[in-house]
């Protein structure tokens, strides 16, 4: 069952949507951000989001795509910084004519405060640890449970860290603490480590995301 990388296009958000929630919904940090939420109704908010994600021209997706089923198995989301490499991604935009692109808006079921308070620990360390270097952001990576261990993602990352070594820019990750073996493998460095709250299976947990950087290969 070969694996190969390709663009993603508007026609995948469904797709997306369903690998994104599937890969996270048992996660505590996801369970924090949407508590109580069913895994059909995050896969519809994803999907309601969809138009405006995809028609965000910072942002850049890629899919894996099993090539006997044609599934798509994965995917990644990445965004520049500081630079002007990301100009050679850039694709016409795909969305029809007939799908309202709506403004950005908080979530339905979101737990805003939670992703708010995340998300300005998240901007304090990179700042603080990058500055404004050109970089690469790595902003999602899933892939469905059923095709862990194949790969997946290791063809995403290799694809990210080969153009950025082309481009001269550093890598930045915030990860959960269980992909950071695999980060590694690739040149990344833990930097520093975010601690939240989370209500896991079991009760209240705390749950650690690890930022990671990659410098620039000489």
């Not at 190969?4 to 469904?14: K, M, R, S």
């Not at 004519?97 to 339905?108: A, D, M």
């Amino acid at each position: 069952m070969p694996l190969i990388l390709q663009d993603v296009t508007f026609a995948d958000g469904e797709a997306i949507a369903n690998i994104y929630i599937s890969a996270f919904f048992d996660d505590p940090f996801q369970r924090a951000l949407f508590p109580d939420m069913p895994f059909d109704k995050q896969v519809a908010g994803v999907i309601s989001r969809w138009p405006n994600n995809h028609g965000d021209i910072s942002a850049f997706y890629k899919k894996v795509v099993d090539t006997d089923s044609g599934e798509i198995v994965g995917y990644s989301k990445w965004g520049f910084a500081f630079t002007d490499a990301g100009e050679i991604l850039k694709r016409p935009l795909d969305i029809p004519e007939n799908v309202e692109v709506k403004p950005p808006s908080t979530p339905e079921g979101l737990d805003d405060a939670f992703a708010t308070e995340f998300t300005r620990k998240v901007v304090e360390i990179r700042g603080r640890i990058l500055g404004k270097r050109p970089q690469l952001q790595l902003k999602m990576l899933a892939t469905l449970p059923s095709h862990q261990r194949r790969g997946v993602a290791a063809l995403q990352l290799g694809w990210a860290t080969e153009l950025a070594d082309e481009k001269r820019l550093t890598c930045w990750v915030e990860g959960s603490a269980v992909a950071v073996p695999l980060y590694r493998k690739f040149g990344f460095d833990v930097k520093d480590t975010i601690v939240s709250q989370c209500s896991g299976l079991d009760g209240e947990i705390s749950y650690v995301s690890t930022c990671m950087l990659r410098e620039l290969r000489q």
